[in-house]
């Protein structure tokens, strides 16, 4: 008995892979059809199953096992699709509206019949069909071209509420060639996401100091929609603004501030790393350019990239990955296409490290702001804010708990006099009253509790302001 080479032993094996490969497909195929013979009977389509068991060949044999239909995978598929990509199969595409227009061709001549005698009265009937043929004709005509009439008409008028849709929430980007694809499509939903809705009621005067902040804010968001004249001679407004501070000094409170005061006149993108970051190859760099896209189309805008350094840390770190260097050089891209190309964008980041960030980002920021700890004056109107409605502080106290809190950020002090008003919630708890307990307590025990409740705070801002301002001078605007 011989025994097989190894060109042998290769060949059957290859016979066997692609006998697998046909079994396999002569089953997935035979599969799809029960699915298919079982959805169409679930659904009333009896007529339209008895046809594809007709000429699928379904055998009686078979049938399908318990839990297996067709809806179920495809709820199936679509977790397992959103689980991997983070977003839900888009199955079906709208199709534009098509006119068909048919060329009249060559007639076609049919086989002449042989010439019959023709007699008065044949004439005459032939004569009143040429008659009628000719009136239905024109008829037809008339009817064709009123129809020609109103699919145009029927096409202006949609094209224009596809214009007032697009002034009223942006360009929608169904003709757009950076969303002709459906991969672009879903990131640009991805973006959508972003975009502030909330009603958020905030306004400039709640916000106790940072004045400077807020002129450069107004500079370069609000001016320019009240005063659009004063930019119309090729002067700029501010495209990008970089507030770094302690943290709890305020940097986001500017930004809630800026969209309420803003609401229905900017577009608001509120932009998180898990937003930008994806783990598929070359995905973050085009939620950056469809981010950017979107901001543009839909301006005036803002982009808010809140703690910044997490997405443009230093380039020259050895730990950094390749599709992280790819992400920031599209990013650095992007921010200088700002001054030719996006008008109407204005880039809002903070951060509380900013010598992490790289230094060809800080270039690209216009304005670069300290974002400072309120100081006497503001801690007294703060402290008066939050404490006037639950206690009465008399002069006194008042100084007193705006010496305790300097070098508190407005954050600590919330959080303060929060735990002032949680202490008179448990002497209420403790005694069994509903009323506010005010009445259990001697004003010195209120005092000794509020001025008890400042000292616990620990101010983190302390440690980190000497850096900030060193900071701010070294590499400020």
């Given at each position: 008995?011989?025994?097989?080479g190894k060109?042998g032993v290769?060949?059957t ?11 396999n ?8 059809l029960?699915?298919m ?10 007529s ?10 379904l055998s009686?044999e078979?049938?399908l096992?318990?839990?297996?239909d067709?809806?179920?995978?495809y ?8 689980l991997?990509f ?5 199955i ?7 006119i068909?227009v048919?060329?009249?061709g060559a007639?076609?001549?049919k ?5 019959k ?19 239905a004709?024109?008829a037809?005509?008339n ?6 009439i ?11 509420q ?6 009223e929430h ?6 757009d ?21 909330e ?11 940072n004045q400077r902040?807020?002129?450069l804010?107004?500079e370069?968001v609000?001016?320019?929609?009240e005063?659009?004249?004063l ?10 603004l970089l507030?770094?501070g ?6 986001t409170l ?13 577009t608001?993108?509120n ?29 005036p805008?803002?982009i808010?990239?809140d703690e910044?350094?997490?997405l ?6 050895a ?8 992400f920031k050089?599209e990013?650095?891209?992007?921010l200088d296409?700002m001054?030719h190309t996006l008008?109407?964008?204005f880039?809002?980041?903070s ?13 690209r ?5 300290l974002?400072?700890?309120p ?7 703060l402290?008066?804010?939050?404490l ?11 100084q ?8 508190f950020t407005?954050?600590e ?7 002032i008003?949680?202490?008179r919630?448990?002497?209420a708890?403790?005694?069994?009253d509903r009323?506010?307990?005010a ?7 209120i005092?000794a509790?509020?001025e008890k ?15 900030h ?9």
């Amino acid at each position: 008995m011989k025994t097989q080479g190894k060109y042998g032993v290769a060949a059957t094996v290859a016979a066997q892979v692609l006998c697998e490969d046909v079994r396999n497909f002569s089953t997935r195929r035979r599969n799809i059809l029960y699915l298919m013979h079982r959805y169409l009977v679930e659904n009333g389509y009896y007529s339209t199953a008895e046809s594809l068991k007709t000429e699928g060949r379904l055998s009686e044999e078979y049938e399908l096992c318990d839990n297996i239909d067709l809806d179920a995978m495809y709820l199936e598929y679509a977790s397992f699709f959103n689980l991997k990509f983070g977003k839900y199969p888009k199955i079906l595409k709208k199709i534009g509206p098509k006119i068909k227009v048919e060329m009249s061709g060559a007639k076609q001549e049919k086989p002449k019949d042989p010439p019959k005698k023709q007699t008065p009265s044949t004439e005459a009937s032939l004569a009143n069909w040429h008659i009628g043929v000719g009136a239905a004709t024109a008829a037809l005509n008339n009817e064709i071209q009123p129809l020609q009439i109103k699919k145009m008409e029927t096409a202006v008028e949609s094209s224009g509420q596809e214009n007032a849709c697009e002034i009223e929430h942006g360009h929608l980007g169904g003709d757009d060639a950076l969303f002709s694809s459906l991969d672009w499509q879903s990131l640009a939903d991805l973006v959508k996401t972003t975009i502030l809705q909330e009603n958020i009621k905030l306004k400039w005067s709640d916000v106790c100091g940072n004045q400077r902040a807020i002129e450069l804010i107004k500079e370069a968001v609000v001016t320019p929609i009240e005063f659009p004249q004063l930019f119309a001679h090729g002067l700029k407004p501010w495209r990008s603004l970089l507030l770094h501070g302690p943290p709890g000094s305020g940097k986001t409170l500017l930004a809630k501030a800026l969209y309420s005061e803003t609401q229905g006149q900017v577009t608001f993108f509120n932009i998180t790393a898990s937003i930008m970051v994806s783990k598929w190859r070359g995905e973050s760099e085009k939620i950056l350019r469809v981010l950017f896209h979107m901001a543009a189309k839909r301006a005036p805008s803002v982009i808010f990239l809140d703690e910044i350094e997490s997405l443009t840390s230093k380039r020259d770190r050895a730990t950094d990955h390749e599709s992280s260097k790819r992400f920031k050089n599209e990013l650095l891209q992007l921010l200088d296409g700002m001054e030719h190309t996006l008008n109407g964008v204005f880039v809002l980041a903070s951060t509380n490290l900013p010598w992490d960030i790289d230094e060809a980002f800080l270039r690209r920021f216009e304005k670069k702001l300290l974002v400072q700890l309120p100081n006497e004056a503001e801690r007294s109107c703060l402290i008066s804010r939050l404490l006037g409605t639950s206690i009465s502080l008399n002069p006194r106290l008042l100084q007193k708990l705006v010496e305790i809190s300097d070098q508190f950020t407005g954050d600590e002090i919330r959080l303060a006099c929060k735990e002032i008003s949680m202490h008179r919630v448990r002497c209420a708890t403790k005694v069994g009253d509903r009323s506010t307990g005010a009445s259990k307590e001697s004003q010195a025990a209120i005092e000794a509790n509020v001025e008890k409740a400042f000292r616990q705070v620990r101010p983190l801002g302390q440690k980190l302001l000497a850096k900030h301002e060193q900071w701010q001078q070294e590499n400020g605007s």
